[in-house]
T-cell receptor, first 115, second 109 residues
Framework: GAVVSQHPSWVICKSGTSVKIECRSL??????MFWYRQFPKQSLMLMATSNEGSKATYEQGVEKDKFLINHASLTLSTLTVTSAHPEDSSFYICSAGDRGLETQYFGPGTRLLVL | TQLLEQSPQFLSIQEGENLTVYCNSSSVFSSLQWYRQEPGEGPVLLVTVVTGGEVKKLKRLTFQFGDARKDSSLHITAAQPGDTGLYLCAETSGSRLTFGEGTQLTVNP
């Protein structure tokens, strides 16, 4: 099956710094990637939809200037959490859809802890 | 935005028991997916149901889609500790997935 990787798998940073998370589709081209956030004991909440070569579409309540998304190639999307604060600590998961978007393939997630 | 309610929210059972978890919506699903997520990992797709009344089986897991396509259930027979995880239903609408609140299942040996 299709494989999606995320890097790093976990990161600890100081408050006020920026953190970049990478999402890669390893064996297929992903025209669309999705970024989710999951707090402990809660479900996945869609943050934004990233389309290759165009601006991301953010869900209501998600600050686009704080969560910068870049999808510059068909196999890579990045999420940058700018000026991170402790309340940004969460599990960030990406998924990638193939051209037909019939199935989303999920990455293993990135655990972010902001001190 | 469609609201997906899952019940129960938490379930702790003994190995060998059967269980059913439910996913309900305020409106009709276009199609529905069930996922299982283990701690520290991304969700893994178990099944997609599309047709009202559809029943799909995956080993000890049986998935049903309601006739009116507004509800779905996941039944696990003879649960094993390896079934422990967060079970999520998700409605598919075009390229979007909207997840339910999840059912945290713990199967004790």
């Amino acid at each position: 099956g299709a494989v999606v990787s995320q890097h790093p798998s976990w990161v600890i940073c100081k408050s006020g710094t920026s953190v970049k998370i990478e999402c890669r589709s390893l064996d297929f081209q992903a025209t669309t990637m999705f970024w989710y956030r999951q707090f402990p004991k809660q479900s996945l909440m869609l943050m934004a939809t990233s389309n290759e070569g165009s601006k991301a579409t953010y869900e209501q309540g998600v600050e686009k200037d704080k969560f910068l998304i870049n999808h510059a190639s068909l196999t890579l999307s990045t999420l940058t959490v700018t000026s991170a604060h402790p309340e940004d600590s969460s599990f960030y998961i990406c998924s990638a859809g193939d051209r037909g978007l019939e199935t989303q393939y999920f990455g293993p997630g990135t655990r972010l802890l902001v001190l | 935005t469609q609201l997906l309610e899952q019940s129960p929210q938490f379930l702790s059972i003994q190995e060998g028991e059967n269980l059913t978890v439910y996913c309900n919506s305020s409106s009709v699903f276009s199609s529905l997916q069930w996922y299982r997520q283990e701690p520290g990992e991304g969700p893994v797709l178990l099944v997609t149901v599309v047709t009202g009344g559809e029943v799909k089986k995956l080993k000890r897991l049986t998935f049903q889609f309601g006739d009116a396509r507004k509800d779905s259930s996941l039944h696990i027979t003879a649960a094993q500790p390896g079934d422990t995880g967060l079970y999520l239903c998700a409605e598919t609408s075009g390229s979007r997935l909207t997840f339910g609140e999840g059912t945290q299942l713990t199967v004790n040996p």
